[in-house]
């Protein structure tokens, strides 16, 4: 049987970020700049009504709320850290939220909104999972903030899939509105970071809201329904899909039966695809990712980088020869060329 889409319980990898080693195993409301809906190209009341349509997504409001501090952490070098909470779709959302120390500028400090990949939910940690990349960050002068998404650590609601659920995005989307309202953050250099399916959720965002100043997007999940359709199948087939991701597959499955696919019903499919709103991104876009990735295709941000390249945008592309998908050996250099990015761009 197949489950409701918003019951579901994603499943990506088993690829993990956890601690400081990689694991293989009352502010005014500041209005997000959402793009305008009517350049979707939405042929159907049924497609522009579809909860993954990006038409259906810009229509969304996000508003975010105040950030809630719930507990204090150990500061870090040069920053201090939080464990906070926000709202999202009648949820509380928790989040870890770093803020520099020492001087602030005059129009407050960047911000670098960080979209973490798949973890099992009762296996990820607001403190600790993906440290060794919010670290880097966090040490360069921005604050960090990195949403949970409903049913991860704390955060109430079930857990989904950005595949088949609209859910991720907006708790990231009001994640977004959220920090834009924080006291001590500039609303106008916010940059996002993605990596794997977060990958994913930041490209959604660029197509959403222009406010958002630059994008790193490493290994994402970035590749146009076909591609992800055709990942699927594969891992399918392969019985690599276990578990929770079963969940996943099943409604990814179901949505193939009801529309066929890309090349068959191109009018849903394009629909639901950010690859196919790309020249609405205004953001320069950075993508890296390893070479020996046998999580995420590499052809996925290959392809993404031709189309950025094609749509006349600003991306800049590398590829790590015989980096994996955390970018080992290569994720001190990844990061050391994902700040220096956004110090171009962000300061």
């Known amino acids: ?16 970020l956890r601690g ?35 038409a259906t997504m810009r229509e969304k409001s996000y508003p975010g709320s105040q950030i809630t501090t719930e507990q204090t952490l150990s500061p870090g070098t040069n920053y201090n850290r939080f464990v906070v909470s926000y709202r999202s779709d009648g949820l509380k959302i928790y989040g870890l939220l770093t803020v520099p120390t020492g001087k602030k500028p ?14 099992p939910p009762a296996s990820y940690s607001t403190i600790s999972s993906y440290r060794v990349m919010v670290d880097p960050l966090a040490s360069a002068g921005y604050i960090v903030f990195k949403p949970d998404y409903r049913g991860n650590g704390n955060s109430e609601g079930t857990p989904t899939q950005p595949y088949v659920s609209p859910s991720d995005v907006t708790d990231s989307m009001n994640a977004l509105a959220s920090i834009k309202q ?5 609303p ?3 940059g996002v970071f993605g990596h794997s399916m977060g990958g994913n959720i930041a490209l959604h965002e660029l197509v959403i809201t222009h406010d958002i100043k630059a994008a790193e997007l490493m290994a994402g999940v970035v590749g146009n329904e076909t591609d992800l359709l055709t990942w699927w199948q594969h891992r399918y087939a392969v ?23 890309p090349s068959s019903d191109p009018s849903y499919w394009d629909a639901l695809d950010p690859t196919h709103f790309v020249s609405f991104i205004n953001a320069p876009v950075q993508i890296q990712v390893g070479s020996a990735d046998e999580e995420v295709p590499v052809t996925f941000s290959s392809s993404l980088r031709d ?26 250099s990844a990061m050391d060329t994902t700040i220096a990015f956004f110090n171009k761009y962000l300061k």
Request: a neutral charge; proline letters at 4%; charged letters at 15%.
């Open 188 to 190: 106008q250099k916010i």
């Open 106 to 119: 005059a129009g407050g400090w960047p911000v670098i909104l960080f979209n973490h990949g798949y973890i």
């Open 307 to 332: 189309s950025l390249q094609k749509a006349g945008k600003k991306v800049d592309y590398h590829e790590y020869p015989g980096a994996d998908h955390n970018l080992v050996p290569d994720t001190t």
């Open 182 to 186: 924080y006291k001590d953050a500039d």
């Open 1 to 16: 049987m197949f489950l409701v889409l918003v019951l579901l319980v994603g499943g990506f990898s088993y690829t993990t």
């Open 239 to 261: 019985h690599s899909i276990v578990g929770n991701d079963l969940d996943t597959w099943y409604v990814v499955a179901q949505m193939t039966k009801e529309h066929g696919t």
């Open 20 to 54: 400081d080693k990689i694991n293989n195993n009352t502010s005014q409301v500041k209005t997000l700049q959402i793009a305008t809906p009517t350049a979707v190209k939405a042929t159907t009341t049924q497609i522009s009504s579809s909860p993954l349509a990006i």
